[in-house]
């Protein structure tokens, strides 16, 4: 079965400062990691990411994955109180993403 | 409007009650797929959709039934209510295989058994 493991499940930090969340897995049949964010409501999309050491860059937000060690982070910069959610990470196998629990991120003005 | 809805957004039930939990697309996505959420366990795939007609399950399908008559639409089912279903849930949905574009999830629906 399929394991996606989180690290912090969750921090506080001052706007400003910069985040990096972690993202472990184990799985059977890598395809592709996701990391959503989500809000108080459905979690939106983020990246997917399926090629090792390749980063991508939304703004703020970069994503790299490191298929050698199986893990992903997400690095969020200038952090504002809008970054406050929780941070999905997910495996994606066939049709099935796994999630991991998530890491809750409180960013204070 | 386009997208994805859910309804419900709020339910409360009596356990032993049937309920269903709606979802209706309007991209024609191949791929649907019900979720849910509880506290420290993230987000565990109930049962998922490839095409009208085609379903299976998923990590957590004992107590849920689903159907999919429509490409746009996949109602999921608790056939007799527990506590433990009380959970939010998320639909949500993908163009193609492999969710290239990421999936696309409902507002979700808060359902409490009590």
């Known amino acids: 079965e399929d394991k996606v493991v989180q690290s912090p499940l969750s921090l506080v930090v001052h706007e400003g400062d910069t985040v990096t969340l972690n993202c472990s897995y184990e799985?059977?049949?890598?395809?592709?990691l996701l990391w959503y964010k989500q809000e108080k409501k459905a979690p939106t999309f983020l990246f997917m990411l399926?090629?090792?050491?390749i980063e991508k860059k939304s703004g703020r937000l970069s994503s790299i994955l490191d298929k050698k060690e199986l893990f992903s982070i997400l690095n969020i910069t200038a952090t504002q109180t809008g970054d406050s959610a929780v941070y999905l990470c997910?495996?994606?196998?066939?049709?099935?993403?796994?999630f991991g629990a998530g890491t809750t991120v409180t960013v204070r003005a | 409007d386009a997208g994805i809805t859910q309804s419900p957004r709020y339910k409360i039930t009596e356990t032993g009650r049937q309920v269903t939990l709606m979802c209706h697309q309007t991209?024609?996505?191949?791929?649907m797929f019900w979720y849910r959420q509880d506290l420290g366990h993230g987000l565990r795939l109930i049962y998922y959709s490839a095409a009208a007609d085609i379903t299976d399950k998923g990590e957590v399908p004992d107590g849920y039934v689903v159907s999919r008559s429509k490409t746009e639409n996949f109602p999921l089912t608790l056939e007799s209510a527990t506590r433990s279903q009380t959970s939010v849930y998320f639909c949500a949905s993908s163009e193609r295989y492999g969710g290239r574009d990421g999936y696309t999830f409902g507002s979700g629906t808060r359902l409490t058994v009590v």
């Open positions: 997910a495996h994606l196998n066939d049709y099935k993403l796994s």
């Open positions: 991209w024609s996505h191949s791929y």
């Open positions: 399926t090629s090792s050491g």
């Open positions: 799985v059977t049949n890598f395809r592709s």
